[in-house]
Structures are given as structure tokens and as C-alpha cells.
């Protein structure tokens, strides 16, 4: 048995499977074999009347012609339809015969012709019992047809059971690699399931404690750097000031306080990596129209349409969005003049879009992939009177990714730049 296990099965898993279901199929021939049994002994030789009289009679006469030493073999008397059986008082469900005589036997058992019973004293005392069955065809088929059906049932479970076994922890574990990959801090998935199964868990473990710890050494790295950044930029600020009225100030100071901007700008996204926002349930449609009227009170020309409505609950990071869209707006009317967002539902995908339209020149397609990488900047196709830090469509994507969405760039000709974010509805996680 061991060679057989270890030759045939590679795991404890596919061992289990197969006796269960090995189990499955021999009671499915089992109770075939049965059924068939059954068939042949009453369905295709059925018993007649005249015959379970004729056997009740000839069992009857024999009883009273034997000595009492021979009723112990009395059950060689057992016939197809026909049981007997002695005992020492009369059976309570049987019908006493006074006068056992062939007339009313056949009289009792015509009246009874499917199910009788009846008992008769013998000349030592006991008593002698008959039990006479004759099935009828309905019952046999009406048996059979449960027997299936009660059967299929218990295959059913058989055949469930350890394919649900083994694939509820794969289900398990297949949520729990979406989850991180929108979570960074969700929990470690337990060890369950079959010990090959076990192994792949406690690697996944590792692999997400690797990668959080990686990520944070990378986001604490940047930040300390940027931080450290500011003191040398600071001195040469004051420095500068000593070149006041000269060629190279002007030039100087924009340098310097570009680079301002940027440390600025890798500070707040190395913040946003770090953040440890709660996520809530609400109204993604009231955030979009309250930072869009937002923009029109400070003079931004932008216009927010709603298409879903009423009300569109969402379950996220509320403030890590509003800085996404925050930042997507933003770049719109900075380097298209103008923005129109659109908020509306994809049903047949379950997400919501939020689509971002501004009246710019677009983007080349062989870039479009490109401005979401840090520090890439692509002013020169977009407006050469604008500069950042490049962070932007990067902090974006990072924020839109991190709920399980993503963020497609496509050109209107009859517009200029589209930028649709798409987010997935989900439950409350």
C-alpha cells in the first residue's frame, strides 16, 4: 500500500480524493447490483396469488406433520414470498387460525394478496408463523427510483466534498494576493489546507513581508534624502543672494526654487507611500463635485458632470483619491486650459469611471506610458511655460492602483487628452 500511494499519488491531497470518491462509485455499484437483484427476484419472476397460497398451504401441513423434534429445521420452509418462524406466543400483528384448513387460507391470503400474516398453535404448544410478501411492480419501481436518487445525493457530497476541500484554500489564498496587491499592509493568510498547499501559503507570507519591508525602506530612503536636501538648498539660497544684480541671479533662484518644488513634491509622495489611511464608505460623487467647485471658486475654468444619478457610494481611501483627481485635474487645466470631468458607471465591468477631458494638444502615443513615471516631465510637447516636479500622474496612478483600478490616457482629436480612471465596486473589506 505504501508503493501503491507513493507511485501513484504525489500528495496527501489527491490520496484523500481519490478514496473518497474510489467509496463513491462502490456504493454506486452496490446499490446498482442490488436494484438489479431486486429486479430479477421480483420484478421479472414476479410471485403469483395462486402460488403464495399454494406455498402458505404446503408450509402449513408440513409444520403440523412433523414431529416436535424436527421443528427446529423448520426454516428450510423459507420459500420466495413466504417466512416462517416459531415462537412461544402468538404474534400480536398476525391472524390467529382456529381451523388452518386449505379453504381459509386461501380465503385470508386472496384478501391480503400483497402483505399477510398469520399464526396457527402446534400440538406442542408454539406457535407457528407465516409472513407472506408479494411485492407489487409500483413498489419495486417507486423503491428503485429512491434508492437512485437518494444515491445520487450522497455521490453529489462524495464528489463536493474533496474538491471543495481542496479548492477552498486556493480561493482563500487567490483573495488574499488581490488583497495585497491593494493593500500592502493586509494580514498573512493562514496555513491551512493540504501540506504541499501549506508550503506555497508560507512562501506567499515571506514574499509579502519581503516586498512591504522593501517598499518602506525605499519610501523611508527617499524621504530621508529629500529631506537632507533641504539644508544645502537653503544655504544656497542665501548664498544666491549675494549675486543679486547680476547675469546668473534670475537663473539661480529659478533653479534653486525648482528643486524647492520638487524635494516638496517627493516629500508629499513619499508621505501618501506611507499612509496608513483608513478606508471608508462614501460618496465618490460629492467628492468630485466638492473638488471641482473648489477649482471654479479660485477661477479654474472646470466643469464636473454627474451621469450616474444620484449618489455613487464607494468604499476607499477618501483623502488619497481626492489627491488623485486633485493632481489629474490639475494637470488639465495646467497644460490643456480647461478640464471636464465626467463621472459615470460601467455596468457590464462593475466599476465606476471617472473620465477627465481638457482642450490641450495631447500626448504622443509612444509617451503616454511614460508621464507616469517619476520625475518624467514632457512639457515640451505639452506647454513650454509649464514645469513640475513630475509626481503627479505618478502619485495618481499609485493611489487609483492601490483601490484596484488603473488609469488609461487617450487622445480626442476633436478635444485633446482623456484621462479615464477606473475604479471597481467592492464590498466593505
Known sequence: ????????????????????????????????????????????????????????????????????????????????????????????????????????????????????????????????????????????????????????????????????????????????????????????????????????????????????????????????????????????????????????YEKTVADLNEMEKMIASILSFAREQNSTEAMELFDISALLEALCHDMEDVGQPVTFENKTGGRLPFFGRTMGLKRAFSNLIENAVKYGARAHVLLKMNDPNQEIQVIIEDEGPGIPEDQMENVFAPFYRIDRSRSLKQSGAGLGMAVARDIVRAHGGDIKLYNDPQRGLRVVVSLPLRGHA
Open 1 to 248: 500500500m505504501p508503493w501503491f500511494q507513493s507511485t501513484i499519488f504525489s500528495n496527501r491531497a489527491e490520496r484523500q480524493s481519490f478514496f473518497i470518491l474510489f467509496l463513491g462509485f462502490i456504493l454506486l455499484c452496490a446499490a446498482a447490483l442490488s436494484m438489479f437483484g431486486m429486479y430479477l427476484l421480483y420484478g421479472r419472476h414476479p410471485i403469483s396469488e395462486q402460488r403464495l397460497i399454494n406455498d402458505t398451504i404446503k408450509a402449513v401441513v408440513i409444520a403440523r406433520s412433523l414431529p416436535v423434534s424436527q421443528l427446529s429445521k423448520i426454516r428450510i420452509l423459507n420459500t420466495r414470498g413466504i417466512y416462517v418462524s416459531m415462537s412461544t406466543q402468538p404474534n400480536p400483528k398476525a391472524q390467529i387460525l382456529e381451523l388452518p384448513t386449505p379453504q381459509a387460507i386461501t380465503r385470508y391470503v386472496r384478501a391480503h394478496p400483497y402483505n399477510y400474516r398469520i399464526t396457527l398453535q402446534l400440538a406442542n404448544g408454539q406457535w407457528f408463523n407465516i409472513h407472506g410478501f408479494r411485492p407489487h411492480s409500483f413498489w419495486i419501481s417507486l423503491g428503485a427510483l429512491i434508492v437512485g436518487i437518494v444515491l445520487l445525493f450522497v455521490l453529489f457530497f462524495l464528489c463536493i466534498w474533496p474538491l471543495k476541500r481542496i479548492a477552498w484554500p486556493w480561493d482563500a489564498m487567490t483573495k488574499a494576493v488581490r488583497r495585497f496587491g491593494v493593500d500592502l499592509d493586509a494580514p498573512p493568510l493562514a496555513e491551512s489546507g493540504p501540506r504541499e498547499l501549506q508550503v506555497v501559503i508560507r512562501a506567499f507570507n515571506e514574499m509579502q513581508s519581503r516586498i512591504r519591508r522593501l517598499l518602506r525602506d525605499r519610501t523611508q530612503m527617499l524621504a530621508a534624502i529629500s529631506h537632507d536636501l533641504r539644508t544645502p538648498i537653503t544655504r544656497l539660497q542665501l548664498r544666491a543672494e549675494y549675486l543679486e544684480g547680476t547675469e546668473q
